[in-house]
Every structure is written in C-alpha cells, then in structure tokens.
Nanobody, 121 residues
C-alpha cells in the first residue's frame, strides 16, 4: 500500500497548482494526513497537516494563507491547493499518513512518492 502524489508541474510565480494524493488502505480514515516538501539542496520540511475528520488543519508559516489542505474520506484522497506560488516553493512535495502528533513533530510513519513543483520567476 503506497501513497501516490500527483499534480505537480511548472508554473509561473503568482500561479496556482493543486496537488492530489491517493492513500489506499483502511487506515486512511484513522490517520491524519499531511504534506512535506524538499527544496533542492535542502532538507525535507513540514508544509501542512489535516486531522482525521478534516476539521483541524495546521500550516507552516511559510505557506499560511496561500496553501489549503483538504481531504475526502470517501475517496481516500488528500489535496493541497497552492495559490500565489513563489519561486521558493519549488520542491518535491510528498504526502504523508500518520497520527497528528507524528506529522506535527516531523516524523510521519508513511511517506508517498513525491511530485515535483517548479515555480519560475
């Protein structure tokens, strides 16, 4: 069972992208979901997390107000709507599945394959 992110691509600064992640398996509805990213030459960093019900979300300061995380429990999907993109948002984006505290602490249990987002200036 593997998480698979999609929706990345090349976009100009100020543009938008929507990332999707399919999370197969019964544990989707009992785990928080999140997004991390790894900019070129840098370590992976937390982006956003959403609770099991979808009622609680938390964002990194660098994306707050521009990115929105959401989930569809009926479809086992999690999304990341990214608006007002900046060149510094360029990274490989990964979706993750784990208890909220693990994601918040930067130690999610399960990582998906990433999708590349490139923002040109």
């Amino acid at each position: 069972v593997q998480l698979q992110a999609s929706g990345g691509g090349l976009v100009q600064a100020g543009g938008s992208l929507r990332l999707s992640c399919v999370a197969p398996g019964r544990t989707f509805r009992s785990n928080a979901m999140g997004w991390f990213r790894q900019p070129p030459g840098k370590e992976r960093e937390f982006v956003a997390v959403i609770s099991v019900s979808g009622g609680y979300t938390f964002y990194a300061d660098s994306v707050k107000g521009r990115f929105t995380i959401s989930r569809d429990n009926a479809k086992n999907m999690v999304y990341l709507q990214m608006n007002s993109l900046k060149p510094e948002d360029t990274a490989v984006y990964y979706c993750v599945r784990s208890p909220w505290n693990d994601i918040y602490a930067g130690r999610p249990n399960e990582w998906g394959r990433g999708t590349q987002v490139t923002v040109s200036s």
